[in-house]
């Protein structure tokens, strides 16, 4: 099993649709989750972290469940530019370090 | 602010060839990390750095790739002999801090990459 599972997609949704994401990690010991962008042929740029409160970045908002171990993302008012990958990514420890999983992404096209 | 630098942005060899990947970190960042991203997945992490010193290179093919990172500031990652499974591109990533007990996130900015084609 992937130590992060996530739909590769792709969700195509017009302007203006509500689409989520979701997104399932193995290691129930993780400690930090993130969603972030890719844009095609970029590099991979933070959009959000992800609390156990829930938050919200304008059209954007991440919420985790610890006891079902998934993370999701919300994006409300979809926009054209919106378009691109988004990488689910879980933070573990490798003997006392930081490490990062990242899931394979899921691709998201928003059309006119 | 300058971003984490990498060179060359691509690559062609052929296979059993060798290359080699250089990256420039954030200014002041001390950890630096190689990535590869296969097309259609997400990143994996090949190799982590402490400053001049390994943290975690487990998924490492150690057998022809190596890395290094002399003075604590660029790295250096090479390939040697390249399979054709070694098409990918290359992501270098640096942060702040990382280092063992730091339970707070240092956010990592990744470089532009660079993408290799194995023929």
């Known amino acids: 099993r992937k130590e992060v599972e996530q739909d590769p997609g792709p969700f195509n949704v017009p302007e203006g649709a509500t689409v989520a994401f979701n997104c399932t990690y193995s290691n129930s010991a993780s400690q930090s989750f993130f969603w972030y962008r890719q844009d095609c042929r970029k590099e991979p740029k933070l959009l959000m972290s992800v609390y156990s409160s829930g938050n919200e970045d304008g059209r954007f908002t991440a919420q985790l469940n610890r006891a079902s171990q998934y993370i999701s993302l919300l994006i409300r008012d979809s926009k054209l530019s919106d378009s691109a990958t988004y990488l689910c990514?879980?933070?573990?420890?490798?003997?006392?370090?930081?490490?990062?999983?990242f899931g394979t992404g899921t691709r998201l096209l928003v059309s006119p | 602010e300058a971003g984490v630098a990498q060179s060359p942005r691509y690559k062609i060899i052929e296979k059993r060839q060798s290359v080699a990947f250089w990256c420039n970190p954030i200014s002041g960042h001390a950890t630096l990390y190689w990535y590869q991203q296969i097309l259609g997945q997400g990143p994996k992490l090949l190799i982590q750095f402490q400053n001049n010193g390994v943290v975690d290179d487990s998924q490492l093919p150690k057998d022809r790739f190596s890395a290094e990172r002399l003075k604590g500031v660029d790295s250096t990652l090479k390939i040697q002999p390249a399979k054709l499974e070694d098409s990918a591109v290359y992501l270098c990533?640096?942060?702040?801090?990382?280092?063992?007990?730091?339970?707070?996130?240092?956010?990592?900015?990744f470089g532009p990459g660079t993408r290799l084609t194995v023929l």
């Open positions: 990514v879980v933070k573990g420890r490798n003997t006392g370090f930081q490490k990062l999983v």
């Open positions: 990533a640096s942060s702040l801090g990382g280092s063992s007990g730091q339970v707070s996130y240092n956010e990592q900015f």
